[in-house]
């Protein structure tokens, strides 16, 4: 048993947190749901992970990376969130990349790693459709056999960055006869080829951030498809090496603490004691701190039982219920704390904290419903976790 | 005990449904959002003809002379189909200051433009922290030859770019208690160089905007009330205008919850309707509980002040449930919509973003919470 | 719109709680599953409240009650339930004497009737069996026809009070292969009879509360069948029109706040100054009046919907999960306060506000689960009461 | 960061199943409530053989010299199985107190009787308000010709008439801040008469007493520690025995969640188990987080404290989170058991009585939120 990181794991942390010292202060804080100057220079940070190794830490040495433990990933993921430096790559480096080095043919591997790793491209992905959310295995996308194409017809929604992105990879039904999670196929395609028609969908804080994403007669080369036809859903679902601990989500919400603690500290009320002397802020910032500490300790649970190379299955849905919960409480708090000041937006006179929290209170409406809402991990915790039979 | 409403009470009711329906739909609220005086002057006239600008003003003064209890059910009308524009801080605020404050002089001048529509009104109290409490107040109104000069910038003016009159709170006595040295002022904007008024950019529709009134020089019959009693005055007009809020976010509770019943009842996953499934059924009929409790702390608690009772605590109890209430039902109904009310083309999201305003105009919950402390004897 | 009570319901409450003061204090706070001499007091005052009227005060005039409107039976059990005065008859005054005035015969009435009214009676009621609860209807006990009989056969459990009653109704299954709630019939029996056994079961703060009752070949008379034979199911969820507003949670709750206010101002901790100063015992104690008065209002609103002849579906079942668990909440929150001294029973040296917070905190456990589950009432504010589909 | 057992914890976890399922059930819990002095002497000497009242006993004093996490690996199961008796008060806060703050003398004269489980001892600490606080000693003990004279009462000495030697603190100076005027000492119970010791009846096994001290005089030897410095070493005897606590409230916990996940998986109604139903689903499965959460917090803050770690605001943390959901989960298990767990039959009352209990001890959830603050800065 050891509560602590490795002397070797805190020395990368030195090294990462010198770094992003060093980085000017205009590529902190970038969202990249953010201005299309925002984006560029995510890119440009994009570039500089690539340079410092750092962008495929977490893959395998046999494909360029580092190769580098599970402790480290989450070391690196930690400060990046912590400090709000952009540039990693989720749906290149840590879930096509992967992907592909499990089921991907040796020509794909080595047509698609090497610009992933160089942070050249970006993808997104298209899973959800408008009648398939939690329910994804029903999606109705259609790919039909033309001998040595798939001709593709429908729509995928919430497509995050579909409209920065070159390629997509997505999931088609191949067999609509089969059953519903046997007749799906895994196709990778560029965004820039006909029948392919993107329109974004601006989210309640205002931001562009997804998108719907039209296929009509999109003609696919079926050496786009990764793994065996009709075996998509399995591609798609593989449990993958890399860290999924959920960390993002403790480090976002410590930072967001950290800045009200400090604000509350420097900011005076009605009666001229700081807000941080106020017994209902006192209490509700040491929750808060609770909840972090909660939550990052389940994160950490989670990438220690990677490192020993058992899968947490439970474990993965208790950090996504905690951190999103998490994420949500630390901004709602953050906004009662501005009191009428927490209305303001980005960018108005007179917001505080650059209304980032009111814009991260809008953002994270959303963290319990994307990527298997809430309800859906409390059913994956009882039944996969706990064995309660299914419903 | 009778919870039920009257005839005329249900026939407000019903011509504000049949209102909002004709002429009040999403596409106009998101349209006015970007509006730019956040007074959309034909919309405005319309309400003034239904008679609703007036409802509060004596009829001796050319309004419907109705009580807090009418107004509260039209209100929950227009916080059902969030109505943008300056009838609450107008018909309201407004209205309530200057029917049971206002000197004779300032009824004639006020009241008639008030219900006929002409006059838009806003409350600029707020300065620096931004706290519902006396306190809060710096500016200054000092005696000089032709009246007084005011002096001092308010912030969190409703509609304040849109305003006709400000009723401008500033101290006139810099020793004593703030709660005995307020003075209440009605200053026309037209005094104010717009370069005064700067916009705050906000989430929900209020048109918040910082007012300078540096320099502004107004008559001694400014004076709305009594020198040095400005805060007795503005506590009254505060209350009326948190439980005419705490009906407003009743309506936009109402209006969550009933987009959530119907989106789980068509929205279909895994085969089955999602209202079919325990965690989507229990998590509605938690904020339809919510709901009902809200309706009954509120309109007991404006029927209190309607009825001339002792209404601090109930009052207080109504605006601290509904302010933590109001969002806490929209994040279910977020929860329960999943994706799709995420996104501005959904109308969830304008109740949401209201209710972030809502729930801390007048004081938030925990300052309401302080108040029933005392009422409790603590 | 009104929100307060009428001078004569006013007037009323004062005529009660006048004769709650002056009731001696022996009587006040007596718990029904207390002591033998606990009980034999409770049936004292059952008999004082005979005599003046109250025990029937909801029944209607023609059957001897006083008619008495809704919001005098809610001022009636506030005043009773906030002062502690035992007494009440919730057997046989409120649920069989209303059954037997709907489906009764004239010769059950007769016979029945007036010994309840004259609190000379106790009844109890067998519902629940060990294998069916939430899902009451699926219910076994069998009750066989034998000419002028039934011969019962089966065992009932959490039967309150079967210890105490001279007499039980109950629900037995009379058609095994009808649909489940098609083949249960009502009946009435006395306890001391051939083949009744009555079990005790302890509950977790030690009190005789419940008892098992079994049934073996028990004799049954056909003219104690109450209903048709077959619709005992309907029988028993007749809606009658006696006041089921959940009057009692908030009266039962606001009591031990105001205790609890009490104490903390009058003790003082560690600090020297009073509990009562310190800010989260005041937030809670806050929030916990905000509980009180937030069911108050749904349960006067239940009521108020009865009087004009509404049928209060969806509000009865807010008012019982609201009231639930505002009486689990306030009597945890006192156990909180007390500190140290909140895990002393009643009667132990040193124990505080005569250790009632503890009592209530174990004894409150089962409010969300008798009467029909929190999570059934939820169930039903959703599909009778906002018209969800059923899963 | 390795959140593994390593195999000597393994091993322990694995005696102490064994030894639990063979020699303690539920019945035998139920019987030791009423047991005279709550020590069951052939238990304790059990307890003893297995090695584990010596647990935290260095080597050198006849201990198995084992850290912390080897003990918290123990109390986890003690506190599963609900093990009556005086073992935490005697091997964890005592062992704790003579082992780190013990003279030669005393390590030598009282350590092998513990080790042996020849020794139970009890902290006389609490007084008045019962506030984890060093301001809560009004007990003095002031010098007399032969050593100490002692004077005051004590509250909620666990197990207080089964002890034989007390922890007591009192004040030995009159000025000064309690952190700097109290001291230890070590006092023989058969200086007491039984008059002096009175029970308490609490909910839990704790066997709690109030003593009276007045009229003891103990030898200047007695003294545990140095003289006015009793609050430092008590404060690190309090913190071990709260890391303790959180390991034997996490015990108790996973056994809620435990029984809960058997009993929905088995119990039918309307046709199938109840653990089908989504609502049973998410209640579990919102326990079971809770417990992995407390797992995550109580190690790492045994794991600091074993490490010689800075560990005040892990600790704090873990106490804080512990004191909350443990009874929480227990509140969980009923709702989920209905009224079957409600029953003295039943074994899960054990369970929800503990907690009440365990999370007070050593300070509750506001307490120890107080010292996150202090941690955060704040």
């Not at chain 1, 992967?98 to 942070?119: C, D, F, N, S, W």
């Not at chain 1, 303001?344 to 963290?367: F, I, K």
């Not at chain 2, 059924?281 to 309109?299: K, P």
């Amino acid at each position: 048993m050891r509560y602590e990181f490795t002397a070797e794991e805190e020395q990368f942390r030195a090294e990462l947190v010198e770094w992003i010292d060093e980085l000017d202060d205009d590529y902190k804080g970038l969202s990249e749901a953010g201005s299309d100057d925002d984006w560029a220079k995510s890119l440009e940070v994009r570039r500089m992970l690539a340079d410092k190794g750092w962008l495929t830490l977490h893959w395998p040495v046999e494909y360029g990376g580092q190769g580098a433990s599970m402790m480290k990933q989450v070391i690196f993921t930690e400060e990046m969130v912590y400090h709000s430096i952009p540039g990693r790559d989720g749906f290149g480096t840590r879930m096509l990349a992967p992907t592909l080095m499990v089921h991907g043919t040796e020509e794909q591997r080595k047509e698609y790693l090497p610009p992933i790793a160089r942070g050249d491209v970006q993808w997104c992905q298209g899973y959800s459709e408008p009648d398939s959310g939690s329910d994804l295995a029903s999606l109705q996308m259609r790919a039909v056999d033309d001998g040595d194409h798939y001709v593709v017809t429908g729509s995928k929604i919430w497509t995050s960055q579909a409209h920065r992105a070159d390629h997509i990879f997505f999931l088609v039904r191949t067999d609509p006869d089969a059953p519903k999670h046997r007749g799906i196929s895994f196709l990778l395609s560029e965004t820039n080829v006909p029948g392919i028609r993107i329109e974004p969908i601006i989210n309640m804080a205002g931001h562009h951030q997804f998108n719907q994403v039209f296929f009509d007669e999109v003609r696919v080369p079926k050496a786009n498809l990764v793994g065996e036809e009709n075996r998509g859903w399995y591609v798609a679902a593989t449990l993958l090496d890399f860290e999924r601990s959920g960390i993002d989500y403790p480090a976002q919400a410590q930072r967001a603490l950290d800045e009200l603690i400090a604000y509350a500290k420097g900011m005076k009320g009605v009666t001229g004691l700081p807000l941080s002397e106020d017994p209902d802020t006192r209490r509700r910032l040491v929750d808060l701190q609770i909840q972090v500490d909660s939550t990052r300790g389940v994160a950490y649970e989670v990438a220690d039982m990677q490192g020993r190379g058992e899968i947490p299955n439970k474990e993965a849905s208790m950090a996504k219920t905690l951190g999103t919960r998490l994420v949500q409480d630390v901004h709602r708090f953050g906004v009662d704390l501005l009191g009428m000041y927490g209305q303001l937006r980005p960018g108005s006179y007179l917001s505080q904290l650059d209304g980032r929290m009111l814009d991260a209170q809008l953002g994270t409406v959303a963290y319990t419903i994307f990527a298997g809402t809430t309800e859906i991990q409390k059913n994956i915790i009882a039944t996969r976790g706990l064995g309660l039979p299914r419903g | 005990m009778d919870l039920s409403l009257t005839d005329t009470q249900q026939m407000i009711r019903n011509s504000a449904r049949d209102f909002m329906t004709e002429h009040i739909d999403s596409d106009y609220v998101r349209k006015m959002e970007s509006h730019e005086t956040g007074t959309d002057k034909e919309i405005w006239k319309s309400l003034a003809e239904m008679g609703w600008t007036g409802l509060l003003v004596p009829e001796s003064d050319g309004g419907a002379g109705m009580s807090l209890i009418e107004m509260a059910v039209l209100l929950e009308e227009m916080g059902a189909t969030a109505l943008p524009g300056p009838f609450f801080s107008s018909a309201v605020t407004g209205a309530t200051a200057i029917a049971e404050f206002g000197s004779d002089k300032q009824k004639q001048e006020f009241l008639p433009r008030l219900v006929d529509g002409d006059l838009v009104t806003a409350l600029a109290f707020l300065e620096g922290s931004a706290a519902w409490d006396p306190g809060v107040v710096q500016a200054t109104a000092t005696r000089s030859e032709d009246g007084w000069a005011l002096s001092g910038a308010k912030v969190f003016v409703p509609g304040g770019a849109g305003a006709d009159v400000f009723i401008f709170a500033a101290r006139t006595s810099q020793d004593g208690a703030p709660e005995d040295s307020l003075t209440l002022f009605l200053v026309d904007a037209k005094q104010l160089d717009s370069s005064a008024i700067k916009s705050l950019d906000s989430i929900s529709d209020d048109r918040f905007a910082e007012v300078d009134f540096d320099g502004v020089t107004v008559p001694p019959d400014a004076i709305l009330g009594e020198i040095d009693q400005g805060w007795p005055a503005l506590k009254r007009i505060l209350d009326v205008s948190t439980a005419a809020k705490c009906a407003e976010m009743l309506g936009g509770s109402r209006k969550a919850v009933d987009m959530t019943v119907e989106y789980v009842k068509e929205r279909s996953q895994f085969g089955r309707a999602i209202g079919t499934f325990q965690a989507v059924q229990h998590r509605t009929s938690e904020m339809a509980t919510d709901l009902e409790v809200g309706r009954q702390l509120t309109y007991k608690a404006i029927w209190k002040i309607a009825e001339g009772k002792d209404y601090e605590h109930d009052l207080a109890t109504a605006m601290a449930y509904m302010s933590d209430r109001f969002p806490e039902i929209c994040y279910g109904a977020h929860q329960m919509h999943g994706a799709i009310g995420f996104t501005q083309e959904h109308d969830l999201q304008i109740y949401s973003r209201r209710a972030a305003s809502a729930r801390v105009m007048f004081g938030d919950a925990n300052h309401h919470r302080k108040i029933i402390a005392e009422q409790m004897g603590l």
